[in-house]
């Protein structure tokens, strides 16, 4: 046979086998090939639950998950699937171009070409980063932080990974990328972080599938959830019984061996159950209880881990268990706030003589607060917001910057804090009109603790810390410095509760932490109160004729 014969059979020989693959798990069985832990041919075996997933073909697929239970791969089945044999574009999102979008094409996607000769066959150009193409197809892969990325790329799959860790105003911009196309899918993935924010929002509005299976001792149909499936036999991280844990069935409580999981979770024992069978979206939720890889003992360290640390508290629950979570004290609640609940009414005006500060944040209203400071001198602080006790007597909103002007006479305001976006040029006139008493604020980076960063006298502007102001202006409801009058309303209490402080550790094991909060709940009167904090600071510097940089 010629060459060119021989050439013409393989392209129809190759055809033929495409023509045949009608789902993503008959392309990933046929292509794929995996490294360690599990090498050789692609198989849902190592993760059964990844099937129903990879051939889910509802519009919008959610997978909120623990770390490491398999989803990276189905997104990039998924992906592959799309450009080979589907023949559309795919946009893959990352939280940001660097280092997210390399590190991504140096561990994912390069080791699956390079194991691959059928992917190495498939793709022509890879040498860029944000775009590999391969025939027709592209594959285009963004970070969330730049809107200009997401626009003018007319894809059919769109996938989002680690979504809590991705600037949600510009998800929905990525979602325009496929309004052009008849059909279309959007699959997103994450470790969640608090509830109804990221992807616990989205997983709220699904099916909400869990991953059931028959006991191998009761034959009862259950599931793993901890605590009840997860029994752990010492107190101490560092006491050996503690490699004795197991897991268990929370039906009948018999053991259940870690060394036989693939047959009491494989695709033939165990099935989705979904909570909601009447919802468009699908989505599937999934813990490191079911993972083939990590063993009982570690999870159980896991866990003593989380009760001493906050940061491994959030860990254990977000990306062991994957599910939202709220450490202890990281949110105003109810109590904190009825705790700091005082007797009186709102004022009209301050009282003569009283040192009084404004904060307002700015959206579709502009939310503002008025506070009272008594400043009470303690041997060793030299820190004028830790000798400050705060006596609220004004919250609000309105429509627009001029009506906050008449606020400044009446309650002989000595110094406010304005949110700096997104009115930018309004905030600055406001500040204009009221010199040398007023400043527009950034969060910004580059600022740590509670520094100020003042900019040119002539931009009205500073640059702070969120995370470090909302900790000293929020934690006054804990400390009771801070008290309330008894008709602020449902709304600014509920602006207080919205910000939630998650914790995290860096590369180096130190926790670090940042606020964040539901998807729709809204903390305007919070930042506000923020703001009306930092102008103590000011009002300080500037009753004392000192500079700012000279306060700390």
Not at 19 to 41: D, L, N
Not at 177 to 204: C, V, W, Y
Request: aromatic letters at 10%; a neutral charge.
């Amino acid at each position: 046979m010629t060459t060119l014969m021989t050439t013409m059979a393989e392209k129809l020989a190759s055809g033929l086998k495409q023509s045949a693959i009608k789902t993503v798990t008959q392309w990933a069985e046929q292509y794929r090939e995996m490294g360690q832990p599990f090498p050789g041919k692609f198989s849902v075996a190592h993760h059964p639950w990844q099937g129903d997933m990879m051939d889910c073909e509802a519009e919008m697929v959610i997978g909120q998950k623990a770390a490491q239970m398999g989803y990276t791969e189905v997104a990039l089945n998924k992906t592959f699937k799309a450009i080979d044999v589907d023949g559309i574009s795919v946009l893959y999102i990352l939280p940001a171009t660097t280092p997210d979008a390399s590190d991504f094409s140096t561990s994912r996607f390069d080791p699956a070409l390079e194991m691959s000769d059928h992917l190495q066959n498939l793709f022509t150009d890879v040498k860029n980063i944000g775009h590999k193409r391969a025939g027709n197809a592209n594959l285009y892969i963004r970070g969330s932080r730049s809107r200009s990325q997401l626009k003018s790329i007319p894809v059919g799959l769109a996938i989002f990974d680690e979504v809590d860790e991705m600037v949600k105003e510009n998800i929905p911009l990525a979602f325009e990328r496929m309004s052009g196309q008849l059909e279309h899918q959007a699959f997103l993935l994450s470790t969640p972080t608090i509830d109804k924010a990221g992807i616990n929002a989205f997983f709220k509005n699904s099916t909400q599938n869990h991953y059931f299976f028959k006991c191998p001792s009761c034959s009862r149909t259950t599931e793993l959830t901890f605590p009840e499936c997860l029994e752990i036999t010492a107190e101490e991280e560092i006491d050996p019984k503690i490699r004795e844990s197991f897991i268990k069935c929370k039906e009948c409580g018999a053991r259940l061996n870690q060394d036989t999981k693939l047959d009491w979770l494989g695709k033939d024992n165990a099935l989705w159950v979904p909570a909601h069978s009447d919802r468009l979206n699908v989505g599937f939720y999934i813990n490191q209880l079911y993972s083939m890889t990590i063993q009982p003992w570690q999870l159980a360290v896991s866990y003593l881990k989380s009760l001493i640390n906050p940061a491994d508290e959030q860990e254990f629950y977000n990306s062991k268990l994957g599910l939202p979570h709220v450490v202890k004290g990281a949110r105003i609640t109810d109590v904190d706030i009825e705790k700091c609940t005082g007797n009186y009414m709102q004022l009209n005006k301050a009282k003569p003589g009283t040192l009084v500060t404004f904060g307002a944040d700015v959206g579709k209203w502009i939310h503002y607060e008025i506070d009272e400071w008594e400043i009470r001198p303690q041997y060793g602080i030299n820190n004028i917001n830790l000798m400050a006790k705060c006596r609220v007597i004004k919250v609000g909103k309105v429509k627009n910057f001029e009506e906050l002007d008449s606020l400044f006479p009446i309650y002989q305001i000595r110094y406010g804090v304005i949110d700096a976006a997104p009115e930018t040029r309004k905030a600055l006139e406001f500040c204009q009109r009221h010199w040398g008493h007023t400043k527009m604020c950034y969060y910004g980076r580059g600022v740590s603790g509670k520094q100020i960063h003042e900019h040119d006298e002539k931009e009205h502007s500073i640059t702070v810390n969120r995370t470090s102001w909302l900790d000293m202006s929020l934690s006054r409801f804990r400390a009771g410095t801070i008290t309330l009058p008894k008709d602020v309303g449902l709304e600014y209490q509920n602006h207080l509760k919205a910000p939630v402080r998650v914790y995290k550790k860096d590369a180096d094991g130190n926790i670090t932490a940042k606020y964040e909060k539901a998807d729709n709940d809204h903390d305007h009167h919070a930042h506000a109160r923020n703001y009306a904090e930092i102008a103590l600071t000011f009002s300080f510097s500037l009753m004392a004729n000192k500079n700012i940089k000279d306060v700390y």
